[in-house]
């Protein structure tokens, strides 16, 4: 037994004696102690802990900021039961919240907000499809215009559609009706709006109806089904838009024929379905034009244009900071919309897409994306601003799904987003503050044989800097997590909290009073809304001519009796 425990006793010990020799241990050169190798400014022992703004040492700074950020929230919670005859639908492709966070900052500090965040109701919408945990933009356009979710990729129509069948998405039952045609139907003007192709996924999703998102023209349609860009001329919706205006207009001349914008169309079917948009406003008797750059689009006379179609570049709009000049900026472009389309006393509905953000970030280009996102930041102010004085228009902002941008380490306060903000002792570099999940950029950021390439010395100030991706991935994806809805004016309390996406669609028809009895909004019907369909006031109030008309007729027959 004494030999049994003298064996043990030495094999522990040898055991103990080959773990610590492969065990992590803590390398001196990672203490605070100095060394000639760099270290993290916390390590120095002249450190100090840094210092915000002077304003806000004092207690008091945050005690009357307080109180006025309650009064202001005590100020929102007076309903608004009207009908919303106007709504505004603006989506932030792939606004995640990071990207909110990071673009506040691009735009000079960690307390500003952007337009639409002093909306009074926000929540949260998860973004997933029927078939996917994270979404695609054709998908989240379906639940947000039409209220139904459906599967990834496809435009406009049901969960029984797989992606890419031509036959299921002919199928009446399988085809989803968007908040458009409904407006349509109600005598309210429409209109799109977008800095991609107007035939892509998000507008797509408004006007066309398709078993894929790819078919924007007959070159990649199947036989027996109409492509996105023939629907926006000859559709059902399309055709009835008062304005379109957005990029990609190869997909509207043929193969081989200019398209003004420096490239030549795609379509094999030989068609300029421009001039055949021209031809069917003028047969309807309608004053209808078409614009191809920003210098047009300013000239266009509000009062003498019925309709208007405007493509600014072949492929998508370039980026802000591209510095195109012939194309009119996000801004413009819903300017001009909004003020043609309030010349409806009926109402309009208007979708805005600031469709760049996306694009911006699936190539890890934080700065591109952060600064996209400051454009639909000023569109929104200007429609915000045209309507103050209104109680019967809703402003809806979102995203359609997010990204996997992050915001990382313990940078100071006032740091530059684009910049280092913080440091590794492990690999003894500084690193980003911004980064992704995944994306090519990751070649650029990490070594063939390892770790990471030192940062110190990239200009990341730059618009074509790409933001290190830690996986390697063909395109930088979307992400899963939920996005911020935010709203102003007629029933937008009902978009607080967290909820399904495809509620968006289903909260915009029941506050602007619209589909069919038997539609969307079976048994939910407001009580302003019942008063507009009986010739009644909107907003509660009584109709004086309904009035005068009811008074008359009761003396009328008071005098027969």
């Known amino acids: 037994m004494k030999l ?7 094999c522990l010990v040898i055991t103990l004696a080959s773990s610590a020799s492969v065990s992590p241990h803590v390398d001196p050169e990672l203490t605070p102690a100095p060394t000639p190798y760099p270290t993290h400014p916390m390590d120095d022992p002249e450190w100090a802990p840094p210092v915000g703004p002077r304003q806000e040492l004092d207690k008091q700074y945050w ?5 006025r950020l309650l ?3 005590l100020s929102k919670n007076q309903l608004n039961l009207n009908v919303a005859k106007n709504v505004v639908i603006f989506i932030g492709d792939g606004m995640s919240i990071a990207t909110q966070t990071a673009t506040r900052m691009y735009m000079g500090g960690e307390e500003l907000t952007l337009s639409f ?5 926000v929540g949260l919408a998860k973004t997933y499809c029927i078939n996917y945990q994270v979404s695609d933009s054709s998908c989240t356009a379906a639940a947000i215009l039409t209220g139904v979710k459906n599967n990834y990729g496809t435009i406009a129509v049901s969960g029984h559609v797989p992606l890419m069948n031509c036959e299921r998405s002919l199928v009446e039952e399988n085809r989803l009706t968007s908040i458009l045609r409904y407006a349509q139907l109600d005598g309210r003007s429409t209109g799109i709006v977008t800095t991609t192709r107007i035939t892509h996924a998000t507008p797509a999703v408004a006007y066309a109806v398709a078993g894929a998102r790819y078919w924007e023209d007959d070159g990649d349609t199947p036989e027996g089904c109409t492509d996105i860009a023939a629907q926006l001329v000859h559709g059902e919706i399309g055709q009835n838009l008062t304005v379109a205006l957005g990029g990609g207009s190869r997909h509207f001349y043929p193969a081989g024929a200019n398209t003004v914008h420096g490239s030549t169309g795609r379509r094999q079917d030989g068609r300029f379905l421009v001039d055949e948009w021209l031809r069917n406003v003028e047969a309807r008797g309608e004053s209808g034009i078409f614009v191809h750059d920003s210098l047009g689009l300013s000239q266009v006379e509000v009062s003498k244009v019925d309709r208007l179609f405007g493509l600014f570049s072949a492929n998508h709009m370039s980026y802000r900071l591209e510095n195109a000049v012939h194309e009119p900026t996000l801004k413009e472009m819903t300017a001009k919309a909004h003020e043609i389309l309030s010349k409806n006393d009926r109402g309009y509905v208007l979708i805005v897409e600031g469709g760049r953000i996306d694009h911006a970030h699936h190539d890890n280009l934080a700065r591109l994306a952060l600064d996209e996102t400051v454009e639909l930041h000023r569109a929104v102010q200007h429609v915000a601003t045209a309507t103050d004085d209104r109680d019967d228009t809703l402003i809806l902002v979102t995203a359609d ?27 003894r570099m500084p690193f980003f503050t911004l980064s992704y999940a995944n994306g090519m950029s990751y070649f650029e950021h990490f070594s063939p044989t390892g770790g990471r390439r030192n940062p110190q010395w990239m200009d990341s100030q730059r618009p074509d800097f790409v933001f290190p991706g830690t996986v390697p991935y063909e395109d930088e994806t979307h992400g899963g997590d939920d996005v911020g809805v935010f709203a102003r004016g007629p029933h937008a309390h ?34 302003a809304c019942k008063r507009r369909l009986t010739g009644g006031s909107s907003g509660g109030r009584v109709n004086p001519v309904v009035v005068v008309v009811l008074v008359t ?8 009796q």
């Open 401 to 427: 799904h997010s990204h996997t941008l992050t915001m990382g380490g313990y940078p100071v306060r006032g740091n530059n987003i684009l910049a280092t903000g913080d440091f590794s002792r492990l690999d």
């Open 553 to 560: 007729i009761a003396v009328v027959l008071l005098g027969r």
């Open 63 to 67: 005690i009357r900021t307080g109180q």
């Open 117 to 121: 965040e002093q909306f009074p109701y």
């Open 71 to 73: 009064d202001e929230q």
């Open 4 to 10: 049994v425990l003298q064996i043990c006793s030495i």
């Open 494 to 527: 009902l978009f607080s909290g967290l909820y399904e996406q495809h509620l968006i669609g289903h909260v915009l028809l029941y506050a602007a009073c619209l589909g069919p009895p038997e539609g969307t909004n079976t048994g939910r019907v407001s009580e």
